[in-house]
């Protein structure tokens, strides 16, 4: 077992169990908290990956934004009264049932597929690469996002804002 | 000159569309618009005219106007001797009589309205005169046709004008529509409506043009049925036997368009287009087109003379009197005689013209119609007289009066191609002479027999207008009796006196080269030389035998009306029936008024009555079927269609509400729907996998 | 030696636990909190794709950066909402949340 298989291995046991642990508790403080281990671990992988930008930009955005805008949002709203009331509806069950199944199947497809051998040697990592692509053919894509956080900025603000 | 020919029938237009949006406007000047139109395009028309007699060569302009595949109809104009010289007559006859209505339409609350209509006569006429082909002909005839409709009317608060121009339309109409036919037969058989490729094709002789077509009994060829069919225009307009009856009626119109239209121009037009025809009459097999234009001339000459002898109304035996010229006219063309018919049709403008505006003087003066109430006007209206005397010698046809000249050629023609003709037609001109001399003699001579202060009649067509208006020419109350016309009205009469006098002098044999006269020279017919008819030379028996018939005819009027030693009605007691019968028109008129109009009402009032009890009740029956139809339409709508569309409806409602408890309004529950159906998705393609 | 199923194992299992949250928790936040774990599964798919199958033209680190982009904008708009929804409602649970049901 070398690093990388190591590496891959904590991160991902780092990934899953802040997931379950998302998903799991009943403090919403707790989950939005246990986010942050789990997006962390998803950058690690990226670098395993040889995505270093992404990895930076998943930082950045999920970890420093989005996280923070959560616990925001929680302390705003209840708070941590999550201990009070009752946190999960009645299809407990019935979405288990559906997400191992979903799961299952897709092991199923997985397994199925003949991957080949891996791939051989990486080239060297260009970030400017993602900036070409943005730029060149996927330059429609870009700018529809950016017309995307333009209008749900301007949108978050409207619905967010006190009334008078 | 002649490239600038387009240019003559322009001018009047114009002045038509000034006078028609401007006029109420310009009032009492509207005519100096309309007389500069016309001078203008008589500088244009006397000079293409002079180019001509100079020897210029025949000119022709034409473009496409509409083409359809191989056969192109094209418009354009046409400059040759016979179009230069009618343009040159008709800018002349109809400048001056503009000049004359100034004076004699004075005071008229429509004054523009009528210069208008001239001015759009005028150019119909012109454009007529000028048109290259059929169709642009058509279309001034077509005009002129509805400016002689307006122009008898004119008058038109009054029922016999009113009359009169609907039986002048109807009647040309039926001439017209014969024509239009002939037309369509032509470009049938040529593809084409153009002068010069018809005249070429019928020259050559088209395939289609000599086939026969069976009528009846009959075999008659294409090209001559066409030619016939063509020849009912001129028989309308013209005012040919059997279509004549109008042109007397349209007496109702005011004087000056007797003169310009119903003597000069457009009855002429008729002449005018048989002349511009000619080939297509002419390269008939055996000239049998012109055969029947002969004989219909020389019947319509003798009737129209033989009726004018027992009318009293001035501008009536006057209007008989040119149909019976008209007559004259067709016969010199039929009996191959085309410059003497032609020649007569422009000498007859200037003394027609002429006499008509003389007429309308007299009537000016006299306020009434009647000759037998006029009488010894000679002496109160002598320019009247001394120029209504030059334009009767004219028409009588004594020497060296225009008329002489231009009628001794047809009697000419006549007597060296059909004999019987001749005579008729010498019988005819003895005739001419009889009328006028009796239509003189009871105007200008004897004593006079009218009231002493003429009141203005609201029924008389001159005085309707201007009852009660007084101008400064109108002063009765300071003459007794008649008075003599304005400068502006007798001027005009001195100038085509001149003319009637003059205009036949080209006729004199020697005036042109070998002998012949000068107008022989001028307008010819190609046709002739190549068939090899040769125009016979002037004969001194002939034309002093045709001096003797005028002569004779104005000895026997002089007799009967001027010295009175056979009363005239002595005459009429001697004649018996035929009094009555010239009288009443041959009762042409009267059998026309209860077979056509009385049987046209006929079988209005019995097409009325089908339409009322047979066709009305077939649609009422259609219509009671159908609310049958409808009511049980309805019931099946009511009970079947909103049935059904009722059933759909309380099935989408049952469906609804069986489906309603699974839309729970919980995001959670639909997503998990979604996520079960993603894997039931994924299941089946596995499966299928 | 770690592949390409390895990832796509573990993105699985990621995607797994977010449709679950999704599924199950009442709370809004709590819901979008969910989501943010599928997202992140997904992206993850994509750079483990970009890496074993697309190595040059890094067509996957594209979709990966639109996609976290908007889930920021999916945060922002969400999360509004939830504060308005709970200034008016007094709640944050989606099953009180029920003004759409007929």
Redesign the interface.
Request: hydrophobic share 60%.
């Given at each position: 077992m070398n690093a990388e298989a190591l590496a891959f291995c904590a991160l991902a046991a780092m990934v899953l169990v802040g997931g379950a642990l998302v998903v799991y508790s009943r403090n919403l403080v707790h989950a939005a908290v246990s986010l942050v281990p789990t997006l962390l671990g998803v950058a690690g992988l990226y670098v395993l990956l040889h995505a270093e930008f992404v990895a930076a930009i998943q930082i950045l955005i999920y970890v420093g934004a989005i996280t923070v805008l959560i616990l925001f949002v929680i302390l705003l709203t209840e708070g941590a009264t999550g201990l009070r009331v009752r946190q999960r509806?009645e299809?407990v069950p019935?979405?288990l049932g559906?997400?191992g199944?979903?799961v299952a199947?897709l092991w199923?497809?997985l397994l199925?597929v003949p991957w080949g051998p891996a791939a051989g040697p990486l080239p060297p990592y260009n970030p400017g690469a993602v900036g070409r692509s943005f730029l060149m053919p996927y330059v429609l894509a870009f700018e529809v996002t950016s017309l995307v956080i333009l209008a749900s900025l301007v949108g978050a603000i409207v619905i967010a804002r006190r009334e008078e | 000159m002649a490239r600038l020919a387009w240019l003559i029938p322009l001018f009047p237009l114009a002045s038509y569309g000034i006078l028609a949006f401007r006029g109420r406007v310009l009032g009492e000047r509207a005519p100096y618009v309309a007389i500069a139109a016309m001078a203008v395009s008589a500088v244009l028309a006397w000079g293409t005219f002079l180019e001509q007699v100079l020897g210029a060569p025949p000119f022709v302009w034409r473009a496409a106007w509409a083409v359809g595949g191989e056969r192109v109809i094209t418009v354009g104009y046409t400059v040759d001797s016979l179009s230069s010289i009618t343009v040159a007559m008709i800018t002349l006859v109809g400048g001056l009589i503009f000049v004359y209505s100034v004076g004699y339409m004075h005071g008229d609350p429509y004054y523009a309205r009528f210069f208008a209509f001239l001015s759009l006569f005028c150019a119909g006429m012109l454009t007529m005169v000028l048109a290259n082909s059929f169709l642009l002909m058509l279309i001034g005839w077509e005009v002129i046709g509805l400016c002689s409709y307006l122009l008898i009317g004119f008058y038109f608060r009054r029922r016999s004008a009113n009359l009169a121009q609907m039986k002048a339309f109807l009647t040309t109409r039926v001439g017209d529509t014969l024509m239009l036919v002939g037309i369509m037969a032509l470009f049938w058989q040529f593809g084409t409506v153009d002068y010069q490729t018809v005249f070429e094709a019928v020259h050559k002789g088209a395939e289609k043009a000599s086939a026969a077509v069976r009528l009846g009994p009959w075999e008659i060829p294409v090209v001559t049925l066409t030619a016939l069919l063509i020849f009912g225009g001129p028989i309308g307009k013209s005012g040919q036997f059997p279509l004549h009856v109008w042109l007397p009626d349209a007496m109702e119109g005011p004087t000056p368009v007797s003169a310009l239209i119903h003597a000069a121009t457009m009855v002429a037009a008729g002449v005018y287009l048989v002349g511009r025809a000619y080939p297509l009459f002419f390269f008939t097999p055996h000239h049998e087109a012109l055969t029947w234009v002969a004989w219909v001339g020389t019947v319509t000459a003798l009737m129209a003379g033989l009726i004018a002898l027992a009318q009293d109304d001035i501008k009536r035996v006057l209007a008989y009197s040119t149909i019976s010229q008209l007559g004259f006219m067709m016969a010199g063309l039929g009996v191959l005689g085309y410059t003497a018919g032609l020649f007569h049709l422009l000498t007859h403008a200037f003394f027609k013209a002429l006499l008509f505006l003389a007429a309308g003087s007299v009537i000016h003066a006299v306020r009434t119609n009647n000759i037998k109430e006029m009488g010894g006007l000679w002496r109160s209206m002598p320019v009247t007289f001394w120029t209504f005397l030059a334009g009767f010698l004219a028409l009588a046809g004594v020497f060296p009066f225009a008329g002489f000249w231009s009628k001794d050629e047809i009697l000419l023609e006549a007597y060296h191609h059909d004999p019987a003709i001749y005579t008729l037609l010498t019988a005819a001109a003895f005739l001419t002479a009889l009328y006028m001399s009796r239509l003189v003699a009871y105007a200008f001579f004897g004593r006079y027999r009218g009231p002493e202060h003429p009141e203005p009649d609201p029924w008389l067509p001159e005085d309707y207008a201007r009852a009660g208006v007084h101008g400064p020419h109108h002063g009765h109350e300071a003459h007794r009796g008649p008075h003599e016309s304005p400068p502006v009205m007798t001027v005009p009469l001195m100038v085509l006196a001149f003319f009637a006098l003059v205009a036949g002098f080209v006729g004199i044999p020697g005036t042109g080269p070998e002998g012949g006269s000068w107008i022989h020279h001028f307008l010819k017919f190609e046709g002739f030389e190549e068939a090899g008819i040769h125009a016979p030379s002037f004969s001194w028996p002939l034309a002093l035998r045709s001096l003797a018939v005028a002569l004779a005819g104005i000895g026997v009027a002089w007799v009967v009306y001027g010295v009175r030693w056979v009363r005239s009605d002595q005459v009429r007691a001697w004649v018996g029936p035929l009094y009555p019968f010239l009288r009443n028109r041959m009762y042409i008129d009267t059998v026309y008024a209860w077979v056509f109009v009385r049987g046209g009402l006929a079988l209005a009032a019995g097409l009325r009555w089908f339409d009322v009890h047979g066709v009305d009740g077939l649609v009422n029956l259609v219509g009671g079927v159908t609310v049958l139809v409808s009511r049980l339409h309805r019931l099946f709508d009511t009970y079947v269609v909103d049935g059904l569309v009722n059933l759909i409806g309380w099935l989408t409602r049952g469906l609804g509400m069986l489906l309603?408890p699974l839309?729970?309004?919980?995001?959670?529950?639909y997503?998990?729907v979604a996520?079960?159906g993603?894997?039931i998705i994924?299941?089946v393609s596995?499966w299928r996998? | 030696m770690i592949g390409l199923p390895h990832y796509l194992v573990l993105s699985s299992l990621l995607f797994g636990m977010g449709?679950f949250g999704?599924?199950?928790?009442r709370n809004a936040v709590a819901?979008l909190m969910g989501i943010e774990l599928m997202l992140n599964a997904a992206n993850l798919n994509f750079v483990a794709f970009t890496k074993f199958v697309d190595p040059t033209f890094v067509r996957g680190h594209v979709a990966a950066l639109v996609i976290i982009t908007l889930a920021a904008c999916e945060a922002a708009v969400g999360l509004a909402l939830i504060i308005n929804a709970y200034r008016h409602l007094e709640t944050v649970n989606?099953?009180q949340v029920?003004?759409?049901?007929?």
């Open positions: 509806n299809q019935l979405a559906v997400c199944a979903l199947l199923v497809v199925r | 309603r839309q729970t309004g919980r995001a959670y529950h997503i998990l996520a079960a993603l894997v994924v299941v596995l996998l | 449709l999704v599924l199950t928790r819901i989606v099953d029920n003004l759409l049901k007929g």
